[in-house]
């Protein structure tokens, strides 16, 4: 006969009962590994659509009351030589309901735009996208089910049924289920494993912190990356990155991400330079983020309520100081939340501005000399970051000084990516 398990402790420790002395776990090396990029013809990232049908299928929070749609039809291309696709030639349409087959509701206007990655360099390939639409669908009710296909139907192209659950409006007194945050992800066999476990726990909605697809490095190395490019290809005048890696991450991501909100901020693998110093293209052109509804000019930074949560989404490759755009709307939003609708106010941007690793220790000080004041004074309760390939967590702290009113620090910092886990900190 098995034995009684203990009782429960009558009081479980919290951040509250801190702070606490640092603790650090000293990792095996022997365990620090690396993980292989997956290959192109994965059966995971490879194109199962045909001609005009939907893939690539995602949702982002909109309003508490709206949700966006985004697929790709067409064919991507990459060569010395290709001919941009003519985004009017596919209609954009979603159909919803609350009951599977009856689609009492039809939006049948969106956007439908492509992008092009150019690299006039002797050796380097350029690349054109599919179309990828973009569809508002409004007046969902809250804590409910919805049925949907995508597409267009004048081409009898239309998506297979898929579904999605609307979150809890916000003062309503409820909160998400479950919330994900993951960073650093990748198209790696370390990456399937995050998104199985991510699928198995059902997430409400998925938080990503930057560095998705690491495209930027597929292609210098025979797909096995690059961790410093302008050290490898020192007489590259360029770094070209692989997008069709793009494409196989969307295809990845499709099994959540059509049925889960998805919910992305940039990191520096986003920046992807071309030509006429054009950077950020494919993430500005893929993600539909609610940067109008939040009132904020770029898509690199916006905000979003998820029940009874505001999450601030800030931008760490644009400018941030007191002088900016970013900080301005920053400080508008945040003077804008009632603690009373959104009780939790939650921060999340790629670099993390407290890290004890040697890897990318106060990269974005500056950043944090700008910002950390407005946070502080209007008591985010926690700021989630990615970039350092290594988990921490922070007692409450402002200004490099514990405080009680201070945010908790996190970086999720998997070793999701091909990237090793770190394990240097500093002195």
Not at 146 to 160: F, Q, T, V
Not at 253 to 274: D, F
Not at 294 to 318: E, K, P, R, T
Not at 370 to 381: K, R
Request: charged share 20%; with cysteine; glycine share 8%.
């Amino acid at each position: 006969m098995a034995a009684a398990a203990p009782p429960l402790s009558e009081h479980i420790i919290t951040t509250l009962d801190g702070p606490f002395e640092p603790t650090t776990r000293n990792f095996d090396p022997s365990l620090r590994r690396g993980s292989e990029d997956l290959p192109m013809n994965h059966p995971r990232l490879t194109k199962n659509a045909t001609s005009n049908f939907p893939e690539q299928i995602s949702l982002a929070l909109s309003t508490p009351t709206s949700i966006w749609v985004s697929w790709v039809t067409g064919d991507a291309q990459i060569g010395l030589n290709i001919t941009p696709l003519d985004p009017t030639t596919v209609g954009s349409e979603v159909w919803y309901g609350k009951e599977t087959g009856n689609y009492t509701k039809k939006k049948l206007n969106g956007v439908s735009l492509i992008y092009s990655q150019l690299y006039p360099f002797v050796g380097l390939f350029n690349y054109t996208s599919g179309i990828i639409h973009h569809v508002r669908i409004d007046g969902l009710e809250p804590e409910t089910k919805y049925y949907y296909k995508c597409g267009d139907s004048s081409l009898a192209a239309m998506s297979e049924e898929l579904v999605f659950e609307t979150l809890p409006l916000p003062g309503s007194g409820k909160f998400p289920r479950r919330i994900a945050f993951v960073g650093n992800l990748g198209l790696t066999s370390n990456s399937t494993t995050t998104i199985d476990h991510l699928i198995t726990n059902d997430p409400s909605v998925v938080l990503v912190v930057g560095d998705l697809t690491y495209a930027n490095q597929y292609r210098t190395t025979g797909g096995k990356g690059a961790s410093c490019y302008s050290c490898k290809f020192p007489d590259s005048p360029i770094r070209e990155t692989y997008q069709p890696r793009w494409d196989g991450w969307g295809r990845f991501m499709q099994p959540l991400t059509s049925r889960v909100p998805m919910m992305v901020i940039e990191g520096n693998h986003e920046i992807e330079p071309q030509a006429e110093n054009i950077s950020f293209l494919s993430y500005e052109t893929r993600f539909s983020v609610p940067s109008k509804e939040s009132g904020s000019n770029s898509n690199m930074y916006y905000s979003f309520d998820a029940g009874g949560v505001h999450f601030i989404m800030l931008g760490a490759y644009v400018d941030y100081d007191q002088t900016s755009s970013q900080y301005a709307w920053l400080e508008k939003d945040l003077r804008n939340v009632d603690r009373k609708t959104t009780p939790w106010l939650i921060a999340a941007f790629h670099p993390p501005w407290y890290n004890s690793y040697s890897s990318h220790y106060q990269e974005f000080e500056c950043m944090r000399l700008q910002m950390e004041p407005l946070l502080y004074q209007y008591q985010v309760d926690i700021v989630f970051s990615g970039h350092v390939h290594a988990y921490e967590r922070m007692n409450r702290v402002f200004n490099y000084t514990l405080d009680s009113c201070g945010p908790i620090y996190i970086t999720i910092g998997g070793v999701i990516s091909r990237k090793w886990m770190l394990i240097m900190q500093t002195k």
